[in-house]
């Protein structure tokens, strides 16, 4: 009779120590640093979400992303191609109105590749806006407008304009930075990635001048990193893409033309909101531009 207990006891046990193990165990599974779910490790959940490859991405639909210069008055000795760049200040005021009035949604970069690249969710009817070029009409006007419809935008600068006349002063870019705006790179002075050349001695080499001390000086302006670029003149050929992903960047951006199938990350498209059109006209351009 006491073997018997004793035997009954021990199996008790036994199924008690087997129970409490396996919770441990089981709990190890799903308790990542900090007491956080990490259901990578578990086997009853999927694996972390992989990112999309190339055909994925270019199946996506496009978000319409807009690329303005001088938001300023024309002037008679603008040309007839140049006023494509120059937005007039009321015609740009229509835009950012029909934008609003429309129920649009400002994204910025970040937003872009987590939609591209994983899938995430965007606000409803999305749109880009992006400045070229550093110049101070887009402080002075462009920003203001920004504000009122409660817009955030990207604003890639060439740095060699910097504080000249005519164009943004640093600490007008460290605002717009610490504002929640993007500050990408445009280069140190405009000139066209596709005509870099490698030089051994650094001050000749275009890939430290054009894009890195640019870099360098906008990190340290802003106290974020710089992971966007965009082409000057919206230039690129295929040799230049690998290089500007060795170069730290996330993305590039050029302008109409058709993006690369096999990198469409560093060659993503974008419209001039060209100063001819009015606001219906800019709506009718992004509808059939951006399938």
Request: proline share 4%; net charge positive.
């Given at each position: 009779?006491?073997?018997?207990?004793?035997?009954?006891?021990?199996?008790?046990?036994?199924?008690?120590?087997?129970?409490?193990?396996?919770?441990?165990?089981?709990?190890?599974?799903?308790?990542?640093?900090?007491?956080?779910?990490?259901?990578?490790?578990?086997?009853?959940?999927?694996?972390?979400?992989?990112?999309?490859?190339?055909?994925?991405?270019?199946?996506?639909?496009?978000?319409?992303?807009?690329?303005?210069?001088?938001?300023?008055?024309?002037?008679?000795?603008?040309?007839?191609?140049?006023?494509?760049?120059?937005?007039?200040?009321?015609?740009?005021?229509?835009?950012?109105?029909?934008?609003?009035?429309?129920?649009?949604?400002?994204?910025?970069?970040?937003?872009?590749?987590?939609?591209?690249?994983?899938?995430?969710?965007?606000?409803?009817?999305?749109?880009?806006?992006?400045?070229?070029?550093?110049?101070?009409?887009?402080?002075?006007?462009?920003?203001?407008?920004?504000?009122?419809?409660?817009?955030?935008?990207?604003?890639?600068?060439?740095?060699?304009?910097?504080?000249?006349?005519?164009?943004?002063?640093?600490?007008?870019?460290?605002q717009l930075s610490a504002e929640g705006h993007v500050i990408g790179s445009h280069t140190y002075d405009h000139k066209m990635v596709v005509k870099y050349k490698h030089n051994?001695?650094?001050?000749?080499?275009?890939?430290?001048?054009?894009?890195?001390?640019?870099?360098?000086?906008?990190?340290?302006?802003?106290?974020?990193?710089?992971?966007?670029?965009?082409?000057?003149?919206?230039?690129?050929?295929?040799?230049?893409?690998?290089?500007?992903?060795?170069?730290?960047?996330?993305?590039?951006?050029?302008?109409?033309?058709?993006?690369?199938?096999?990198?469409?990350?560093?060659?993503?498209?974008?419209?001039?909101?060209?100063?001819?059109?009015?606001?219906?006209?800019?709506?009718?351009?992004?509808?059939?531009?951006?399938?």
């Amino acid at each position: 009779m006491r073997k018997d207990l004793l035997r009954l006891v021990l199996c008790a046990l036994t199924l008690l120590i087997a129970t409490s193990c396996h919770q441990n165990t089981a709990k190890q599974k799903v308790t990542g640093p900090n007491g956080a779910t990490d259901i990578s490790k578990t086997t009853s959940y999927p694996s972390e979400q992989r990112a999309a490859n190339a055909a994925e991405i270019m199946a996506r639909k496009e978000v319409p992303i807009l690329c303005y210069h001088q938001i300023r008055n024309w002037t008679a000795k603008d040309s007839k191609r140049a006023k494509d760049d120059i937005c007039p200040v009321d015609r740009f005021k229509a835009h950012m109105k029909m934008l609003a009035d429309n129920g649009y949604h400002t994204i910025l970069p970040d937003d872009l590749l987590a939609y591209l690249t994983q899938g995430k969710a965007l606000p409803t009817n999305p749109v880009m806006i992006t400045f070229d070029d550093t110049d101070l009409d887009q402080f002075t006007v462009g920003y203001p407008e920004l504000k009122k419809y409660h817009f955030k935008a990207v604003f890639f600068i060439m740095t060699v304009a910097l504080g000249h006349k005519r164009y943004m002063t640093k600490d007008q870019v460290k605002q717009l930075s610490a504002e929640g705006h993007v500050i990408g790179s445009h280069t140190y002075d405009h000139k066209m990635v596709v005509k870099y050349k490698h030089n051994t001695d650094p001050k000749l080499d275009d890939w430290t001048v054009q894009v890195d001390e640019p870099t360098r000086t906008l990190e340290k302006l802003t106290g974020k990193k710089v992971e966007y670029f965009a082409y000057p003149y919206g230039l690129w050929n295929m040799s230049v893409l690998p290089e500007l992903k060795k170069h730290g960047f996330k993305a590039a951006f050029q302008l109409a033309e058709k993006r690369d199938a096999n990198d469409p990350l560093f060659t993503i498209r974008r419209i001039i909101g060209s100063g001819y059109w009015s606001a219906s006209g800019l709506h009718h351009a992004m509808s059939k531009s951006f399938k």
